[in-house]
């Protein structure tokens, strides 16, 4: 079956199958067979072909609207708890001990972490001795978005005074080299606890606090993994935040 609209596309534009084969890079022959038996590309020539044509690709080529499989399972997905509530607080305190270079932690406020392990702080600093980066991000109790945050939480504005409390847990850390502490002003998506190639996010739910929400475990495999999408979105958040000086 001949692709009547691909024939139409080439001859407006003065294509033929030898110059189009040359500026999508494969034989003459391939370009003569999408044209004349209908066959289809590979998504990423059709994709130069139309681009080439100044045409849609779904338009030249309708079966690659077909959706591409998607993996059931992430490679870099170590496991899936269906709330926060769910982890005993030695999850994350064991993470955090683990910690060779680098510990980051963006947040509104996660003061659940000194109230279960008050030793939060002493680990901080040894791993800090031991040569880790740590970064901790705490929600700006005065800006909008926390205080919208507040409204939308089932126990109104007790986010504002949970960052402050945070504020105040995290202070003593400030005289300590390597440690760095910032408050940050922007809409939370996910808080999320990085330490070294491994990170626990914790999805936020309009409406539900963050004890009630999802929490994933990720493990980094490689670039451009779910891992580096988290791990950029805490450097583009960080990057906004306000230094706090002692």
């Known amino acids: 079956m001949q692709n009547e609209r691909l024939r139409l596309a080439m001859t407006s534009g003065g294509w033929t199958h030898a110059s189009l084969a040359k500026a999508t890079e494969v034989d003459p022959k391939s370009v003569e067979r999408w044209v004349n038996l209908g066959r289809v590309p590979r998504r990423s020539t059709a994709l130069k072909a139309a681009e080439t044509l100044g045409e849609d690709v779904h338009a030249l080529w309708p079966a690659l609207r077909q959706a591409r ?4 399972i992430s490679p870099e997905l170590v496991a899936v708890y269906d709330q926060r509530a769910n982890l005993p607080v030695s999850t994350f305190v064991d993470l955090i001990a683990s910690a060779r270079t680098k510990v980051d932690v963006l947040v509104y406020a996660a003061v659940f972490l000194h109230e279960a392990y008050p030793r939060l702080n002493e680990l901080l600093r040894e791993r800090a001795r031991e040569g880790c980066s740590i970064r901790i991000a705490i929600g700006d109790a005065d800006s909008e978005n926390v205080r919208a945050r507040g409204e939308e939480e089932r126990f109104g504005h007790g986010i504002e005074s949970r960052c402050r409390i945070a504020l105040m ?13 910032r408050t940050h002003g922007t809409t939370l998506y996910n ?30 495999s490689g670039p451009g993994g779910m891992f580096d999408t988290y791990a950029e979105s805490f450097d583009a958040v960080w990057a906004t935040g306000r230094p706090v000086t002692s």
Not at 169 to 181: A, T
Not at 195 to 220: F, I, K, S, T
């Open 69 to 72: 499989a998607a993996r059931a």
């Open 169 to 181: 847990h995290y202070r003593p850390l400030l005289d300590v080299e390597g440690v760095e502490l």
């Open 191 to 220: 808080s999320i606890y990085r330490v070294d190639d491994q990170a626990l996010v914790n999805a936020h739910v309009w409406g539900v606090n963050a004890y009630g929400a999802p929490v994933w475990h990720l493990r980094r």
